[in-house]
């Protein structure tokens, strides 16, 4: 296998697509609103994206098959824009992984026409607020213009880590116009509020209606199970920091 | 010498081959279970696979000779197929080099004929059990629905890290049939209970027979060199953290 | 996009071009140095170098549109030679990185005609000193020798890191001449007077004007900026932290 | 340049060579006999290894100029062997690296007629001894029973690491004998009494006369040297760290 394999399942024609990006990062704000979104549209997977710089692990599902940790790419027509949704349960492990499949999924965007990216997460703060606000960057001042008249707000500083930040990075460079929404979010909490600001945002950009009564749902359940996975993984790793301990000397570091 | 080597041995003619995984993981269970078949069976080995994804070290052998890190493959034929296990000490010692080894491993499993993969380890669940279960996953339904003949315990959720879970996912990309067994354990012991437990199932499954008391006797070794190995690394690797923090700078993290 | 992508703006013609780096280190004394030059030579971007070895991240820029995190090379013309200079907000982020780093901006340099080099940093101390002095060293005696009359000091060990070490040791590999002079400095504050110390010799040996009085201006600018920053990033941190415990088992280490 | 570069100083004619490694491992007891060989024997330099995979950095040295990290190999010629010394400040930084540097070692042996190889460590004991035994590993058991002439010791278990270890491990595929000799020794001291006892054994097999007065001298330099380096040390990783995790940060770990 090469190092990032794209796998399609489907070729679909799409007609002036837009991509969004909803991977884990801050509150988990841009997976939970990108998660949602794929219930909600019920967009179609056409592609798989697996890699040696995501987790060497496969996912026990439901029906106790298995699942190689991948990125799914899903369409969904609409009127405005067909969308194109980038989802998953993690981002490249390393720094430079974090660019490869970035770069990667650029590749796949642009054979497919999208000359417009929306990039999805939380801007964590610290503390609660009943009305999160959307903080937004953009790959140019239009664009910034633009988002201004949808409420979003700026600050003028900062940075954008990962995928959500790397997309308009990179993007920019092949003539993408790029945007990401970023929900103010205390941070500690799977933040459904946040996710639900930043979609309000979104779906009024791209003039689609998206119920968001399950959100709030889902978010708990999402915390419940990352509880739940976070015990699991708590028992694993000590078990296997002992055993690697064990078997292999940290002797170089 | 290329990243990974294979240095071929012998190369057998296999009739139907299986190939078992038995590499170190919680409780040493898949270890334990999978040195065991090989005693048991008297495999013969016809492959090593060197790697510099593997520790950077050579071990002194009861004759003071050396040997470098390597993980072994055996065959062994029996009644219904021909067996292949994989061995060794350690698994890739990050995730990218987790995926190059075992990609590596199903490349030569291909070229054998194996169409199905056995990976053994443990399930680390905190708490000392008599009777340890079984639990597994399967990279299809009719696989999960065969090994619940065998008495298989499912959960419906959860993750297989490093090679026993990138065996499955990577296997069946292959179109290869691919199972899972965790024998249940506490996780900071070395567990012959479990993989004797593991063994019951898989034996049956192969509808091979091999004699267990020998097993205890390994696990008791196995925890005494441990104990050993860990402590002569200890105090290695205390020194080496020493000369290491005088002669090579941390300056870069 | 390749590992290092270097996007060239203009091809500028040089005479007799100097090299100057000015990347981030200890007490920031070469970044404060560099940029300072920069805003008062008014320099003129020529280049940027992107690369899968820098963090992955946007900045936000004042006008809400973004960066990629990127190193920049700047020219201005001077009577005795054409200056070149390095700078950025950041290094690699592994020691092989800092190695390709400055090894392709070796390239650009030996192409642009480039045979002189300085670099640029602090020396930490532990103390504060009111007239710092400045350190030197170099890739020949005759170099030494010169460096003297300037009033650099000199101690005949110790080591340079990053950057500043790496041109000077692979520079002197493709026969080019070069200096790194650090300014004496604490270590832990943004060091001004270090900086300004360090301009003064760069600046008699080039034989150029520079008025720093807005240097410590900056370097409080930049303490505050710092602190802001430090302060965001501490946020993030925390929460992607605990996300990525959630997410992402450092199962292996 | 190339991720290893072998900067040939000059091509010497050998004589039945043997290849002596003394890079720095535990107690510094390889390096410090490695050294004193030098020394000693007036070894002349031949050629010179560069690498991505050593520390980022650039030494000043005595007289003011500075030398890129590298490891330097020496020759001698002597009555029964010509003599191959492998010395330097550092080994590969990371694991993969120890393996690449280790194979391109042998890469240079090779090509010299290299058919015999010596590597010198130390093995930590966590005790102060008076008279430091000498143990040993091989690659055959030839030369075990060889080496217990010599009153080399054995202990039939234990692990090398490193290129000590791996010179061994790499060297014996390519046919070649190779002996490592680890002088007993506490660990947290730099131990010239075990690099002595060391030095004894090896003169010995090689037929050579060394004086042995000047290494308790070199050991205390060394020591003395690695304080003051230790002390700078970490003096600029204090600072470097501060403007590390201001610049740099640790987001993706």
Known sequence: MEDIRVKILERPELDNPVLIEGLPGIGLVGKLAGDHL??????????????????????????NTVELVNMGLYYWRSKKNDIILLLGGFQGLTPESQYRLSDKTLDIAEELGVDRIFTLGGLGTGSITRNPRVYGAATSRKLVKGLEEYGVVFRGSGAIFGASGLLLGLGMDRG????????ETHGQIIDAKSAEAVLNVLTRILDIEVDMTKLAEKAKETEEQMARVSKMIDEQKKVMDRQ??????????
């Open 176 to 183: 993408m116009d790029a945007v990401c929404l970023m929900g």
């Open 244 to 253: 690697f301990s064990m078997e292999q000397p940290t002797y170089i570091r």
């Open 38 to 63: 794929l219930d909600e549209l019920e967009g179609k997977k056409f592609a798989e994206i697996y890699s040696f710089y995501l987790p060497p692990q496969v996912n026990i599902q439901r029906d």
